[in-house]
């Protein structure tokens, strides 16, 4: 008889750990309960019209439908290179840059590019899945950096033990981060391409949400830092800045040789990115700063709101200076997984527990801003009467 037998690499996935609060949400929403969302970091906002109109303009060409180059056009790598530069005055040619199918696309394919099976590469904890997941597919084995508190949610590399620094070949990072929403400041960039030239290790930094700020203070990029393109490449996103998370659009930058082996791998697995949604991509990438304030003061608006509702009601949350997320500690005597589970059933609410992304994220949860400022004033209300 014909048996299906799944590789190991896809039978060793960790289970998919919204799981269990999925069911619970699909049982209260059967049961006729008015659900509010606050679990995935999709934005609720529109892609802004200008590119709309780009698209629908060079969807008609048929120059653009044909197979683009794998590494991007060359119009595109040039704006995104000139957007570099305008926002954090790096200086990147042309073999410096790749354009990505969305920034999770260049990330689950770098390690394959570098990891030989049991290499270590140093992840965060918690973090976004893809960075480990990815490694283990290239057969390679995550060393765990916890993302403590105490520290602002940076690693400790002078905890990482030396021999296991001196066996990494990787480190993956991502600030303003995902879902603690830290940011990182130069001089830790600074810090980690020390470390990394040290050790000979490569940084993969994910900056997936440079855009999404408070107070104005604009987040830093690891390629400010001195020699960053020596040691690493860094991934944007066109995604969350401009709301086009379906329409799969970003790049990397970094040293050539990095880019180029990323290239290497993405020659022999997609074909790049459809022309006209580059062309589109262009035009989000030519936006004025206004677009982004417009973008930014919405979110600044539903933070405060939910803050003043958790606060309220004693849960101890961290005011994000960057990202449309909250991170808090779920009140004493609860696990992640039993907060969130009872916010769900008092408050019809949908949170995600920390420990979903990774060990060190247990006693947290994490609430995406990403829905209307109505709904999120509906959450509020219910939060504050909840009474946990
Ligand atoms: C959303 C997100 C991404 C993925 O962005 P795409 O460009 O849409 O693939 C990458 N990293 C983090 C941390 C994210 O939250």
């Given at each position: 008889m014909f048996g299906i037998d799944i590789a190991q690499r896809v039978k060793e996935l960790?289970?998919?750990?919204?799981?269990?609060?999925?069911?619970?949400?699909?049982?209260?929403?059967?049961?006729?309960?008015?659900?509010?969302?606050?679990?995935?970091?999709?934005?609720?906002?529109?892609?802004?019209?200008y590119v709309i109109e780009a698209l629908n303009k060079a969807a008609v060409e048929p120059a653009n439908h044909r197979y683009p180059s794998y590494a991007g056009m060359e119009a595109f790598n040039k704006e995104a290179a000139l957007w570099l530069k305008k926002r954090f005055n790096i200086n990147i040619k042309l073999d410096e840059i790749i354009t990505l199918i969305g920034?999770?696309?260049?990330?689950?394919?770098?390690?394959?590019?570098?990891?030989?099976?049991?290499?270590?590469?140093?992840?965060?904890?918690?973090?976004?899945?893809?960075?480990?997941?990815?490694?283990?597919?290239?057969?390679?084995?995550?060393?765990?950096?916890?993302?403590?508190?105490?520290?602002?949610?940076?690693?400790?590399?002078d905890a990482i033990p030396k021999d296991i620094a001196q066996k990494a070949k990787l480190i993956f990072l991502n600030?303003?981060?995902n879902p603690t929403s830290a940011t990182a400041e130069l001089s830790f960039?600074?810090?980690?391409?020390?470390?990394?030239?040290?050790?000979?290790?490569?940084?993969?930094?994910?900056?997936?949400?440079?855009?999404?700020?408070?107070?104005?203070?604009?987040?830093?990029?690891?390629?400010?830092?001195?020699?960053?393109?020596?040691?690493?490449?860094?991934?944007?996103?066109?995604?969350?800045?401009?709301?086009?998370?379906?329409?799969?659009?970003?790049?990397?930058?970094?040293?050539?040789?990095?880019i180029n082996a990323l290239g290497k791998i993405k020659s022999n697995v997609d074909s790049?990115?459809?022309?006209?949604?580059?062309?589109?991509?262009?035009?989000?990438?030519?936006?004025?700063?206004t677009y982004i304030n417009r973008i930014n003061e919405i979110y600044e608006k539903r933070k405060k709101i939910i803050l003043d509702a958790l606060n309220s009601v004693g849960i101890k949350a961290y005011d994000p200076k960057t990202t449309f997320y909250i991170w808090f500690e779920v009140p004493k005597g609860y696990t992640s997984a039993q907060f969130v589970s009872l916010l769900l059933s008092k408050a019809h609410i949908v949170t995600i527990p920390g420990n979903g992304f990774g060990k060190a994220g247990e006693g947290y949860a994490r609430i995406a801003l990403t829905v209307s400022e109505e709904r999120i004033k509906e959450a509020a209300l219910r939060i504050e009467n909840a009474k946990f």
């Open positions: 960790p289970p998919y750990l919204f799981k269990e609060i999925d069911k619970q949400k699909q049982e209260a929403v059967k049961a006729g309960a008015d659900v509010i969302n606050l679990g995935v970091g999709d934005p609720d906002l529109p892609t802004p019209n920034s999770k696309e260049g990330i689950a394919h770098t390690p394959l590019a570098f990891i030989n099976p049991g290499d270590i590469a140093l992840i965060p904890d918690p973090a976004y899945p893809v960075y480990e997941n990815a490694v283990r597919f290239a057969g390679g084995v995550p060393f765990y950096m916890p993302l403590k508190k105490e520290n602002d949610f940076l690693p400790d590399l600030y303003p981060n960039f600074n810090q980690l391409v020390s470390y990394a030239k040290k050790y000979n290790i490569i940084v993969c930094h994910d900056a997936a949400y440079t855009e999404i700020y408070y107070n104005g203070k604009k987040p830093a990029s690891f390629l400010e830092a001195e020699g960053a393109k020596e040691v690493g490449i860094e991934y944007h996103s066109l995604s969350k800045t401009y709301n086009m998370t379906g329409w799969r659009i970003g790049f990397a930058a970094g040293g050539s040789d990095i790049g990115v459809f022309q006209a949604i580059q062309i589109a991509g262009i035009a989000a990438l030519k936006s004025e700063e």
